[in-house]
Nanobody, 127 residues
Framework: QVQLVESGGGLVQAGGSLRLSCAAS??????????MGWFRQAPGKEREFVAA????????AYTNSLKGRFTISRDNAKTTVYLQMNSLKPEDTAVYYC??????????????????WGKGTLVTVSS
């Protein structure tokens, strides 16, 4: 089994920044065999795709509404994926989830296809 643990959430003022981390581990986890993704779910809303990172080649994908504010990146040595969030808005308030899918998937990820999920980290943006 693959374990994904998110961290870095918290309370931030509108206009501020946060960097979320997703640490991946497990006996069978080989980073280059997976595509990593970030999703978020606000209260009363559907889970929403945020960003994706293909570990094998470094390609990325973002939901259009977040382009320019959010950036996904990796740290191969630590087997960690990051989500840098800038210019945060109150509507960004949500539980942010890290997820992984086996294989190299290019483009937007669909939540129902993901193989592994973290438990989420709460991001609260105050106005």
């Amino acid at each position: 089994q693959v374990q994904l643990v998110e961290s870095g959430g918290g309370l931030v003022q509108a206009g501020g920044s946060l960097r979320l981390s997703c640490a991946a581990s497990g006996r069978t986890f080989v980073a280059s065999h997976y595509t990593m993704g970030w999703f978020r779910q606000a209260p009363g809303k559907e889970r929403e795709f945020v960003a994706a990172f293909v570990w094998s080649d470094g390609s990325t994908a973002y939901t259009n509404s977040l382009k320019g504010r959010f950036t996904i990146s990796r740290d191969n040595a630590k087997t960690t994926v990051y989500l840098q969030m800038n210019s945060l808005k109150p509507e960004d308030t949500a539980v942010y989830y890290c997820a992984a899918i086996i294989g190299n998937v290019f483009g937007i990820l669909h939540d129902y296809l993901m193989n592994y999920w973290g438990k989420g980290t709460l991001v609260t943006v105050s106005s």
